[in-house]
T-cell receptor
Framework: DAGVIQSPRHEVTEMGQEVTLRCKPISGHDYLFWYRQTMMRGLELLIYFNNNVPIDDSGMPEDRFSAKMPNASFSTLKIQPSEPRDSAVYFCASSFGGVPWPQHFGDGTRLSIL | GQQLNQSPQSMFIQEGEDVSMNCTSSSIFNTWLWYKQEPGEGPVLLIALYKAGELTSNGRLTAQFGITRKDSFLNISASIPSDVGIYFC??????????FGQGTRLTINP
């Protein structure tokens, strides 16, 4: 079975550019989470959705970050404009059965902002 | 905010040894989770604990939900090379937001 699929796996771009990260959750899962992982701050929840509706976006760093889930099989995390301090590994995760925590993580997008 | 203190930060052991790690907090959690992360991959859920005192096993892994609801423990018996990785605890509190520990990096000498 396909797990959570993220793209791209790696992204290198210059500061000021727009970055879009993509996620396809496991089919049938009703929760989708976006996490950021850095050495300094560890794993941080950015935002999560339940049935495509954003539930908690209090972890989104600032207005430069936005996330959407237009349907049950797709979500995006956008950074505009990007800054070097946004460099991190961004994970998408999903869960099913009303479980409000991540059961399955994708393999992440390693983002480097120069 | 809620924080988890995970220890030890790193462990260097011989193959075949048992491993113990723990997470503590000043806050009460309703659910405790343990994940393992290998290089270049996302965390993988190992064990979920739902009530105080619960003891749950997954193969050679055993985890416990502390009686006070402020701590959890993970034990790995008879370690093997594929146990290498970073182990994370995570707690879910009343606000339904999952908080992660900083991880325990496990290295095994064959």
């Amino acid at each position: 079975d396909a797990g959570v699929i993220q793209s791209p796996r790696h992204e290198v771009t210059e500061m000021g550019q727009e970055v879009t990260l993509r996620c396809k959750p496991i089919s049938g899962h009703d929760y989708l989470f976006w996490y950021r992982q850095t050495m300094m701050r560890g794993l941080e929840l950015l935002i999560y959705f339940n049935n495509n509706v954003p539930i908690d976006d209090s972890g989104m760093p600032e207005d430069r970050f936005s996330a959407k889930m237009p349907n049950a099989s797709f979500s995006t995390l956008k950074i505009q404009p990007s800054e070097p301090r946004d460099s991190a590994v961004y994970f998408c995760a999903s869960s099913f059965g009303g479980v409000p925590w991540p059961q399955h993580f994708g393999d992440g997008t390693r983002l480097s902002i120069l | 905010g809620q924080q988890l203190n995970q220890s030890p930060q790193s462990m260097f052991i011989q193959e075949g040894e048992d491993v113990s790690m723990n997470c503590t907090s000043s806050s009460i959690f309703n659910t405790w989770l343990w994940y393992k992360q290998e290089p270049g991959e996302g965390p993988v859920l190992l064990i979920a604990l739902y009530k105080a005192g619960e003891l749950t096993s997954n193969g050679r892994l055993t985890a416990q939900f502390g009686i006070t609801r402020k701590d959890s423990f993970l034990n790995i018996s008879a370690s093997i090379p594929s146990d290498v990785g970073i182990y994370f605890c995570a707690g879910l509190g009343g606000a339904q937001k999952l908080v992660f520990g900083q991880g325990t990096r496990l290295t095994i000498n064959p």
